[in-house]
């Protein structure tokens, strides 16, 4: 289980790895660049001037949009990166996902929703004396690793609420916890500290132009966590979508038979090989030697025919909760043989 999540997450990064690049290139570009031109603007006199009130309104609305144009950017990069992991390299374009799109506002909005629904708990819980603000972190964390997979699906434009995130996870508790929590943090930890020091002492000897690559490594980190998620988000999905087609292929096959005065009803339930376009075409072939030629409903899920001689007679077929249901009124129902066939 945790050794597939992690094949599957360093496939994902550096099998593809050029691909991968080459649609984040733009994104990491902005990054670094807004990164270099913030750290001008926040700066030791910058941050003692605001704290006393003695700021300039057009270096403080800068500041803000840089920020807000770091957050959609990082934005941008993850979900890049998740739309890769999951659903592959054609999912995005050659330049990435767009910085200021529908898809990222809604990435933004859930953030911002996160933060609110991790506040509360943290809060109240901070208020316990000497141990509170640890227990806090702890549960925010726990919450956080239980919630966190509506962004790979809203990436795939899968709109998932925290709801059904926080229930598809309630059997794998310790798999989110360790494999988005705790692994990455070890991850992050260990090559963080081996490369802080390259870089430091590449800043220290040669230049201090090579502080650069401390945002080149944070961006890294990001996308290696980023790429965990997703690879639980597909581990989850496969085993919930095996359970169902598991527990679908055990069920035995049933046809259920009713009528009432005028009408008679057949329910269809678990047959594999039958689709709505297959009972509809021999449907149709079957009653039309009865003259039922007259289609007066054409939907996705429903379809009703009728004889133009009698007025009171039609047949119906609807497909709705996983079952066909045909009524026919005034009129017997053909025996169809795809039924036979399964």
């Known amino acids: 289980m945790y050794e597939k999540i992690l094949v599957s997450t360093f496939d994902s990064i550096f099998k593809n790895f050029d691909k991968l690049f080459q649609k984040l290139l733009i994104p990491i570009f902005l990054l670094v660049l807004i990164e270099y031109f913030y750290t001008n603007f926040i700066n030791d006199n910058a941050i003692s001037n605001i704290k006393n ?21 990082n934005i941008s990069i993850a979900i890049t990166t998740h739309r ?33 629904i991790l506040a509360i708990p943290t809060f109240l819980l901070s208020f316990i004396p000497t141990v509170g603000i640890y227990i806090a972190i702890g549960v925010a964390v726990i919450i956080s690793s ?31 916890f360790i494999m ?23 800043v220290k000897v040669v230049s201090e132009y ?54 008679q009803k057949i329910e269809i ?38 004889n133009p001689e009698e007025e009171e007679s039609y047949l119906s077929l609807r497909y709705d909760n996983n079952i066909y249901t045909i009524v026919a009124k005034n009129c017997t129902i053909p025996r169809l043989d795809i039924l036979k066939k399964n």
Not at 53 to 73: K, S, Y
Not at 96 to 109: D, T, V, Y
Not at 250 to 257: A, D, L, M, Q
Not at 296 to 305: A, K
């Open 146 to 176: 239980r919630l966190s997979l509506v962004f790979p699906a809203l990436a795939c434009d899968n709109n998932m609420s925290f709801k059904e995130s926080w229930n598809i996870t309630k059997r794998y508790k310790l798999l989110t």
């Open 53 to 73: 009130g003695n700021f300039d309104l057009n270096q403080l609305a800068i500041i803000f949009l840089l920020l807000f144009l770091l957050m959609m950017i």
């Open 180 to 202: 988005i929590v705790v692994f990455p943090a070890i991850f992050s930890f260990s090559v963080a500290f081996v490369y802080n020091l390259a870089i430091g002492f590449l």
């Open 269 to 306: 339930k678990n047959f594999k090989n039958i689709s709505f376009e297959s009972l509809k075409k021999e449907l149709y072939s079957q009653c039309k030697k009865f003259n039922f030629c007259e289609i007066v409903f054409d939907r996705t899920n429903v379809w009703i025919i009728k």
């Open 84 to 116: 890769v992991s999951i659903l592959g390299n054609n999912s995005v374009s050659n330049f990435g996902s767009a910085i200021l799109g529908k898809r990222e506002f809604k990435f933004l909005f859930k953030s911002i929703q996160l933060c609110f």
């Open 210 to 263: 090579f502080s650069i690559l401390y945002s080149f490594l944070n961006i890294f980190i990001m996308i290696f966590t980023i790429s965990v998620i997703s690879s639980v988000y597909k581990y989850i999905y496969n085993m919930l979508f095996t359970e169902i087609k598991k527990e679908h292929n055990e069920k035995p096959n049933e046809v259920i038979e009713s009528s009432d005065k005028n009408f």
